[in-house]
Every structure is written in structure tokens, then in C-alpha cells.
Nanobody, 126 residues
Framework: QLQLVQSGGGLVQPGGSLRLSCTAS????????VNWFRQVSGKEREGVAC????????NYVETVKGRFTASRDNAKHTVFLQMNSLKPEDTGIYFC???????????????????WGKGTLVTVSS
């Protein structure tokens, strides 16, 4: 079964850090651009970060810029989202999504994604 497998969510205090991981099952993630989305309660799912296949291009939504870092280790076929200085408003379900087409890189358009993870819950609370 072709799918993305996520790990790394949890509960953290404001100002803390978490690292999310995303890897693929049934295919190699190395050839896909990866976008990170999050869904906050009561709001639509939004794109927050993205990274190209080589890890040389990243982009971030303004609300996370300077705090979140997307990276990848293609030797381990894994993409990461390092989240620092977390705020309560970062609480939500985080999804990784893989796009095979260049147009899907940092488009943050759900229709451009080929595969999705099931999501992992991040809770920022004291």
C-alpha cells in the first residue's frame, strides 16, 4: 500500500520544540517534493512548509517563518519538520504530503499532492 507514514507529534509547552518525520511506504520519497500542512480546530487545512526533492529549496508561510525548518535525509528516505519556539496557536494536526510534479512544490494546493500522511497531533499548552 502506497502511503506516507508520520511520527513525532505530541504535547509540548509554549516555547518548546518538536520534530515531525515523514517517510513513505511502498515507494521512495526521494523523488517527491514534500509539503507540510496543518489543520487547526475550526479552520481549513493550510500549507505551512515545503521542500523540494534535493532539499535545496524550502518555503514557509509567514506565521511559521524563522521558527519551522523543513529538511530531508534522502539516504534515510525521510523528510523532517523541525518546529521551534512553538506557540499555542500552532496546535493542530500536521500532515505531510508528497507531490511528484514540479507544480506541486510549495503550491500548498491539496489537488497537487499525490500522497498524504494520516496526520499527527501537535498540542502546545502549558
Amino acid at each position: 500500500q502506497l502511503q506516507l507514514v508520520q511520527s513525532g507529534g505530541g504535547l509540548v509547552q509554549p516555547g518548546g520544540s518538536l520534530r515531525l518525520s515523514c517517510t513513505a511506504s511502498g515507494f521512495t520519497l526521494d523523488y517527491y517534493h514534500v509539503n507540510w500542512f496543518r489543520q487547526v480546530s475550526g479552520k481549513e487545512r493550510e500549507g505551512v512548509a515545503c521542500i523540494n526533492t534535493l532539499g535545496t529549496v524550502t518555503n514557509y508561510v509567514e506565521t511559521v517563518k524563522g521558527r519551522f525548518t523543513a529538511s530531508r535525509d534522502n539516504a534515510k528516505h525521510t523528510v523532517f519538520l523541525q518546529m521551534n519556539s512553538l506557540k499555542p496557536e500552532d496546535t493542530g494536526i500536521y500532515f505531510c504530503a508528497a507531490a511528484s510534479r514540479l507544480g506541486g512544490l510549495c503550491s500548498f494546493k491539496e489537488d497537487d499532492m499525490d500522497y498524504w500522511g494520516k496526520g499527527t497531533l501537535v498540542t502546545v499548552s502549558s
